[in-house]
């Protein structure tokens, strides 16, 4: 029989050649029986992830929740693909909107084409990643000759590494309840990221051992392939490459004149790092000249970090070591690195030293570029550290004794089967599902989804085309309500639209936006019905956080009354309101907004909105270039009969911001009760006041009679090239001809119905 070429049979390598006498069968045993119990293990591998596929698809297919929010970003980054491709051109997903979302998702989200049922697109992103991870355990230790308790120990190892608690958090459950920022596995693609990165870590370890270029450049595709799941995947390009070269370097004693004299050793180096090198760098130029990874997005991206670091902050403490543990990476793997990193010491440091840098760089991210809340992102890089010392561990385990392996592999079994387990029963009881780490999804928040649902019938049944909703978080009972509206509005654009607004946009520091509030159609939250607990969170007069700021808004809203403008519409685990009186609401919020002292962050997008006399004057003083006097009146004499306003411009302003401008006014009307479809118009034009860009804000009647002067904000959140300055005005659009008031003063064009405000310098 031929021998296998192996590159460094020495005798800690589980590629090595077994012992003859633990592998040759009796002659007295049946050879049909010997096949069995060669392939059992394997087989045990195989029924395992059938099993738990199985037990996915239930569970997708049973979800009522649909995508939203990231989840639904995907889902339009395939469809928009698909799209593209369906009408004969030639789409380049890297520039796909939304260009924010990396590429590769494509691939497993929807790989035969767009479909609005989102169930497949559950399933494959939580099940595939399983396949992958028990797939690299294979491909980085499998050896035809290892012994029978080897064997078994490999398939125990795949099925850890695929069973850790992170891939089976299906919806909350109270061992995560102070990991702030939770994430279902349910159309994420952080598991997709860890199947990778655990298949590009198990090909360059095969490479190595077998001295195998092709295994090299296989590798490094799929670690470039990381860079288009997540920005994230250039680490694992880095931990892939590092570790390549690290393992290659000890197996050639870093002997350098063995790479010149040896042909065959030298063709395996250069092929591999050239070939690497190659895919790398078209990789990094294919996604850094593109609007995927353009300067825009990763700034967004820097932002998004930012406001993560800031707002979801959790400490390294007990808690948190115990959470990463229990409820993310499980005890086997944690274990299994542990002790491949103390037999790698000995033997196998380059073994050592590649897990030790997957680890650390893992922690980095972790610590440093993200928040230690995100234990999802550490994922990835503790499965390659496992990866990379799977054939550590079983070249150890050939020089143990069978019943120590097969022990071994027994107790390293029994999580990811009790997973199976649990999966399959009915109701599992939540005590079991706290001892194994996951959360089994129990249509927990069903009521939420079916309110949104019969909130889109009643809307449809009265004729309503748009509404807008305030959420004021981002609860599991509260996402799956916004998801039912978002993913309808995803599906169709017939009406009637919803537009769901929350407190975060990870671009700024989070803040509940009164005026978003004013102007909502409805008020989504979670209540505090407990008269104790509200005034316990009404208590406290200085407001030190946002998630502090959070309780109070909760607690303020679930005391309002229809004399506060508002209506209660349903009361399940969240409730529900409708602003009727937005000017009464308006004046309930000017009275938390005066009571309590908050954050920053909320006083730069709460700016004060109604001025008193002695406000604006004080405001004049302190910015006397934004002080103007500019009355808006009729063009012509009108009847008393005719209600037409006018308008009073104390001062104006234009800032700039990011990419854009915000122009901001000081206007009062004069007799308020004629302000029924009127509207303070800006126009951005360019020198020859032609409009390149326009918006427009409803004039509004005062909540106060000494409050009646209007602070507007008109944002222009990109500055087209060529405009020099801001036109604007006061009109009322009707159906034939729109009508105008004529400014008395400043620099004016259209017959005096604009005045023009030159753009400053940023």
């Not at 229809?562 to 529900?576: C, H, M, P, Q, Y």
């Not at 008393?640 to 411009?649: C, G």
Request: aromatic share 12%.
């Amino acid at each position: 029989m031929d021998t296998p070429v192996v590159a460094n049979p020495d005798e800690h390598s589980i590629l090595k050649i077994a012992n003859p006498e633990l592998e040759t069968p009796s002659p007295h045993m049946n050879n049909s029986r010997a096949t069995w119990l060669t392939i059992a293990p394997v087989l045990v591998v195989i029924l395992w992830l059938a099993a738990i596929g199985a037990e996915i698809a239930v569970i997708a297919f049973h979800t009522t929740t649909p995508p939203f929010y990231d989840a639904l970003s995907y889902v339009d980054k395939a469809r928009n693909f698909w799209s593209g491709l369906s009408h004969g051109a030639l789409v380049n997903p890297l520039n796909v909107p939304p260009t924010i979302r990396p590429p590769g998702t494509i691939l497993l989200a929807y790989p035969f084409g767009y479909t609005p049922a989102f169930q497949w697109f559950y399933f494959r992103l939580a099940y595939v990643p399983l396949v992958l991870l028990a797939g690299a355990v294979y491909v980085a230790g499998f050896a035809s000759a290892s012994s029978r308790a080897t064997q078994w120990l490999l398939a125990s190892m795949a099925l850890a590494l695929a069973g850790m608690p992170a891939f089976y958090q299906f919806q909350p459950s109270e061992n995560l309840a102070f990991q702030i920022n939770w994430r279902s596995v349910l159309g994420h693609v952080d598991s997709y990221l860890a199947g990778m990165a655990a298949i590009a870590m198990a090909s360059a370890i095969r490479s190595v051992h077998l001295r195998s270029a092709g295994w090299a450049i296989g590798a490094a595709i799929m670690a470039a392939f990381c860079l288009f799941i997540k920005p994230s995947g250039l680490l694992v390009m880095a931990a892939v490459g590092v570790g390549w070269v690290i393992l290659a370097g000890f197996d050639l004693h870093w002997n350098i004149g063995k790479i010149r004299r040896d042909a065959a050793i030298r063709g395996f180096v250069v092929k591999s790092l050239g070939g690497g090198a190659v895919v790398y760098g078209l990789a990094v130029v294919a996604a850094f000249h593109s609007a995927y990874l353009s300067p825009a997005n990763m700034a967004y991206g820097d932002r998004a970090l930012a406001v993560l670091r800031t707002e979801y902050h959790a400490p390294w403490s007990a808690d948190l070591l115990t959470l990463m543990l229990h409820d993310n990476l499980g005890l086997v793997v944690p274990v299994g690195i542990f002790l491949g990193l103390f037999a790698a010491l000995k033997r196998e440091r380059g073994a050592a030293a590649t897990a030790s840098f997957c680890i650390v760089a893992g922690l980095w991210l972790l610590t440093v570029k993200s928040d230690p809340s995100e234990m999802r992102y550490f994922v990835p890089f503790a499965a390659m550290g496992f990866v990379a010392l799977v054939p550590t561990l079983l070249a150890h385990a050939e020089r143990m004794t069978q019943h120590l392996v097969y022990t071994g592999a027994t107790l390293g079994m029994a999580p990811p089967l009790a997973i199976a387990i649990l999966l399959a029963l009915p109701h599992p009881l939540p005590a079991w599902q706290r001892a194994a780490g996951i959360s089994v999804p129990d249509d927990a928040y069903k009521a939420e989804g079916d309110l949104a649902a019969d909130l889109i019938s009643e809307l449809q049944a009265v004729g309503v085309k748009q509404v807008s909703v305030y959420q004021f978080a981002n609860t599991p009972a509260l996402y799956s309500f916004a998801a039912v509206l978002g993913y309808r509005g995803h599906l169709t654009e017939s009406p009637p639209q919803a537009q769901v607004m929350l407190p975060i946009d990870w671009e700024h520091p989070s803040a509940f936006r009164f005026d978003q509030i004013r102007q909502a159609d409805y008020v989504a939250f979670e209540p505090i019905r407990d008269e104790r607990a509200r005034a316990e969170a009404l208590a406290p007069h200085v407001v030190p956080d946002f998630w502090a700021e959070t309780r109070l808004m909760n607690a303020w809203f679930s005391s309002l009354t229809e004399a506060d403008g508002v209506k209660r519409v349903s009361e399940i685990g969240i409730r529900l309101l409708r602003v009727m009186d937005p000017t009464l609401l308006e004046a309930s919020l000017m009275r938390l907004q005066a009571d309590y002292v908050w954050p920053a962050p909320f006083y730069a997008v709460n700016p004060l909105r109604w001025w008193s006399e002695g406000e604006i004057a004080q405001l004049r003083s302190d910015r006397p270039a934004a002080a103007v006097d500019i009355d808006f009146q009729p063009a012509m004499p009108v009847s008393t009969a005719v209600a037409i306003p006018t308008v009073h411009l104390y001062a104006t302003q234009i800032d700039h911001f990011d990419n854009g401008l915000e122009a901001k006014f000081w206007a009062q009307v004069r007799n308020p009760v004629s302000m029924t479809g009127w509207y303070l118009f800006a126009h951005l034009v360019n020198a020859n006041g032609e409009i390149l860009t326009s918006t427009q804000a409803t004039l509004e009647t005062p909540p106060t009679a000494e409050r009646n002067i209007h602070y507007y904000t008109l944002d222009f959140p990109n500055r087209p090239e060529g405009a020099v300055a801001v036109a604007f005005g006061f009109y009322r659009p009707e159906k034939s001809i729109a009508t105008f008031l004529n400014a008395d003063s400043g620099r004016r064009d259209w017959n005096g119905q604009r005045v023009l405000l030159p753009i400053p310098n940023p």
